[in-house]
């Protein structure tokens, strides 16, 4: 595979589940202070779906989405994640577990996604990988089903966070966020260009999404590590 075609998850493997593997590390800190942030947004208009997007496959949204749903397990709270990028799922690869039955199954074959879902060594995430890709995602997402599923987990879960598509690559991203509470977005500390940021966010105002927040991916620190800063 060549490195363009290589996602961030797949170029910076180091990060992947950083807050379970290293919750001591200062990148972990970084996860808990948007964690808490993220808190501050909901003081005056609560919410429970979030879904956590980006501009394009290679800012790391995958990764921030795993490990906010971690470090927020860990402070006791009850969490779901669920991969909704139907087009190039990863996150079973970050919790390294099976994809057979996931996301897809509940809608397509009503599987229960209590079912569906696969637990962790922390008792209160569950983690609803993408199960098998459809022929039309986009269909999938919008289905009725879709949309009903949230409500069912938004009253079983504290929170429930949702790995997106990117916005600008396919229409997946803006079906979505029409359905969920929040969306926070992930772009890529001196990569994302301004215009393109902004391009992402009168999309997702088109969808009526509510955009909570912007994270910079990739922060360079002074020892050339890199973390999450979430504004």
């Known amino acids: 595979m060549s490195t363009e ?14 807050t379970f593997r290293s919750p001591g590390s200062v990148i972990s800190e970084a996860y808990r202070t948007l964690r808490t942030n993220l808190g501050f947004a909901a003081i005056e208009q609560p919410f429970r779906t979030i879904m956590v997007t980006s501009p394009s496959a290679s800012d790391g949204k995958s990764t921030i989405v795993s ?3 971690v470090v ?16 190039k799922p990863i996150q079973h690869k ?11 199954n509940c809608i397509l ?22 199960g098998p890709i459809p022929p039309n995602p986009a269909e999938i997402l ?27 690559e396919v229409a997946d991203a803006s079906i979505l966020a029409s359905q969920v509470d929040a969306v926070l ?41 890199y973390y999450p800063y979430g504004s």
Not at 5 to 18: D, G, M, R, Y
Not at 94 to 104: A, E, K, V
Request: charged letters at 20%; aromatic letters at 6%.
């Open 5 to 18: 075609s290589q996602t961030f998850e797949e170029k910076n493997p180091e990060l992947a589940l950083i």
């Open 67 to 69: 490990n906010l749903a």
């Open 72 to 87: 927020t397990a860990q402070a006791g709270h009850n969490v779901m994640l669920v991969d909704c990028d139907l087009r």
């Open 94 to 104: 970050i919790f390294q577990m099976p994809n057979h039955t996931g996301f897809t």
């Open 109 to 130: 074959n009503k599987v229960e996604p209590e079912q569906a879902a696969q637990d962790l060594i922390l008792g209160n995430l569950k983690v609803l990988t993408s």
């Open 142 to 168: 919008n289905a009725e089903r879709t949309r009903s599923l949230w409500t069912s987990l938004a009253a079983q879960y504290d929170y429930v966070f949702i790995d997106s598509p990117p916005v600008l």
């Open 185 to 225: 977005l992930v772009v890529r500390y001196g990569v994302t260009r301004t215009e393109i940021a902004r391009q992402v966010k009168e999309q997702l105002a088109r969808a009526n999404a509510r955009l909570i927040g912007v994270v910079l991916n990739q922060v360079k620190m002074g020892s050339g590590q």
